[in-house]
C-alpha cells in the first residue's frame, strides 16, 4: 500500500448515544491480524446474513484480498474501539465498484454492537463516500429476515425489490 494514497479523510471519530467513542476509518493490510478476532465476535447468524450462507475460511489469501484494497475503485471502513490499551474491530462496511460505475454495498457488525446505531452510521458514511467517489448508484443484496437493515435502506430511500425467495435486493441512485 502506497500510504500517499491512504485516504485520511474518511477517519472519523463518533460518539455513539451510550456515550462510547468509536472511530471509523479506511482499513489497511496492518488490520488483517484482527480478522480472526472480529470473526470470534460474530455470531453464526450474523456470518449467514452478511454472506448469505456462505461461510468463508479466513485465509490469508482472503484476509490480503479484504485489506489490501484499491482506494479508488473500492472502500472498507472499519468501526474500532479501544478496548483496554488496544484497539478492537467491531464493524467492517464495504463498497466495491463495478463495470457500470454502482458499488456493491455490505456491512456487518459485530453482535455485542447490534442495536446502537452502528448500521445507520456506517451506511450514511458509504453513502457520502460513494458520492464523493463518483459512483451513480449503490446497491445491495439483503437476506429477507434481516429486517433491520432493510428498514435503514427503507429510510434512506432506497428502492427494494425482490430477488430470488430468500433475498431482496436494494438500489439507491446517488446522482
Known sequence: ??????????IKPIQLEDGTLIQLRPI???????ATSFKSTLSEESILARFHGYIPE???????KLTEIDYKT??????????????????????IGDKKNSVDFAIIISDDWH?????????????????????????????????????IFRKRGFKIDKADEKTKVVKLKLR
Open 28 to 34: 489497511h493490510p496492518l488490520d488483517g491480524g484482527r
Open 115 to 151: 442495536s446502537k446505531r452502528l448500521g445507520s452510521i456506517l451506511t450514511d458514511f458509504m453513502i457520502k463516500i460513494a458520492k464523493e467517489m463518483n459512483f451513480k448508484s449503490m446497491y445491495a443484496h439483503v437476506m429477507n429476515g434481516n429486517i433491520a437493515m432493510l428498514e
Open 1 to 10: 500500500m502506497n500510504l500517499l494514497s491512504y485516504p485520511l479523510k474518511y
Open 74 to 95: 473500492e472502500m472498507a471502513i472499519i468501526a474500532e474501539v479501544v478496548k483496554k490499551e488496544d484497539k478492537e474491530i467491531i464493524a467492517v462496511a464495504r463498497i
Open 58 to 64: 479466513i485465509t490469508e489469501q482472503l484476509v490480503k
